[in-house]
């Protein structure tokens, strides 16, 4: 198995710039991962490849406004800061941009507003690559609505006029740094129109990190190290899934961060309450204990994210799904349309 077993050519032009109007128009692309059947819909009539009793597992992580700029002090040179996870009450792992960002380097947080108090901050601890521990003089939370942007893929170009957009309709506890995409696509109506189709959800949490859309730069997918990211499946969560499955319905995950989360906190076949770092990487051979079918959008080539649903689907199959998507002109990543993988 090589890393560029998992690449593909995707041309500029299907890379989605901005979310449809209404979440729940986004296309839907159903594939029985059986016998290779794909059936072409969209997205608000997802209730009919489902059924009574299957759970949704959805990721109810909100994204914070975590990429921050400022200034060296005292030289005035420009830097930006991207929140990657929180260490303690003042002191952040970040990616940081700019030069001379060493240990003991004082920076200044800019407001969005001018005039208005900022934080500044400390470059603590240098990291692998551009990682570097930042240490706040405040708590840096408190200032978000007025130094925080939304941290958006390099991929999209185009200013997203609504942030909420790139928040989950569900979403709830504060952590990520990218957006769980794959849930982008439900609104609350549908979600109350599926309820009486018979179908429930249960909620976990996964807060992203950046890692898991980069793409694996290693020739071996198997020696590319996962950072790790903190998850939590409550107690309540856990009895709704495995009672599911006991009646006979199918855990079907919204995303690749619920299917991570789900499959880190299996012990001896049932789903038990967990609260704590994964870094599970899936790859094809990973034998899933729980989840039986996923929503998901189309990934980067190379990515942790296609290793990961050609583990469910297989590679191949998912290559040839992906190779008759563009050709039906569906929308890649994470403003894109979705797949149903049953």
């Not at 700029?69 to 940081?96: C, H, M, N, Y």
């Not at 004082?106 to 570097?132: D, F, H, M, W, Y």
Request: proline share 5%.
């Amino acid at each position: 198995m090589r890393t560029s077993d998992f690449d593909y050519d995707l041309p500029a032009s299907f890379i989605a710039q901005k979310p449809l109007e209404q979440r729940d128009q986004s296309r839907l692309l159903v594939l029985d991962r059986e016998n290779g059947h794909i059936h072409h819909s969209v997205f608000k009539d997802l209730g009919k490849f489902l059924k009574s009793g299957d759970v949704l597992v959805v990721n109810e992580t909100r994204v914070i406004p975590a990429r921050l700029f400022g200034r060296k002090l005292p030289s005035g040179g420009r830097i930006e800061i991207l929140l990657l996870r929180k260490k303690d009450q003042l002191t952040w792992e970040a990616l940081v941009g700019g030069k001379g960002l060493i240990t003991g380097k004082q920076l200044q947080v800019e407001p969005i507003n001018p005039g208005k108090q900022t934080p500044q901050a400390e470059i603590v601890e240098v990291l692998e690559g551009g990682r570097r521990l930042v240490h706040f003089s405040e708590p840096v939370e408190d200032f978000f609505a007025n130094i925080g942007h939304v941290p958006l893929p390099p991929y999209i170009h185009q200013r997203l006029e609504d942030p909420e957009r790139y928040q989950t309709v569900y979403s709830k506890t504060s952590g990520s740094a990218a957006a769980p995409t794959a849930g982008l696509h439900f609104t609350r109506e549908l979600m109350e129109e599926l309820k009486t189709r018979g179908l429930r959800f249960a909620t976990v949490t996964l807060h992203v990190g950046l890692d898991t859309f980069a793409p694996v730069n290693e020739d071996d997918p198997q020696d590319h190290v996962m950072h790790t990211e903190w998850c939590q499946v409550t107690q309540e969560s856990a009895d709704q899934v495995n009672q599911a499955k006991e009646e006979g319905g199918r855990v079907i995950a919204v995303g690749t961060t619920s299917i991570r989360t789900l499959e880190s906190a299996v012990r001896d076949g049932k789903l038990m309450a967990f609260e704590g770092p994964t870094s599970l990487f899936i790859l094809p051979g990973y034998q899933f204990k729980i989840v039986q079918g996923m929503i998901t959008n189309f990934h980067l080539p190379r990515s942790t994210l296609i290793m990961l649903v050609s583990a469910f689907a297989g590679r191949e199959r998912i290559l040839s799904t992906y190779e008759i998507a563009k050709h039906e002109g569906y929308r890649f990543y994470s403003f894109g349309d979705a797949m149903l993988i049953i």
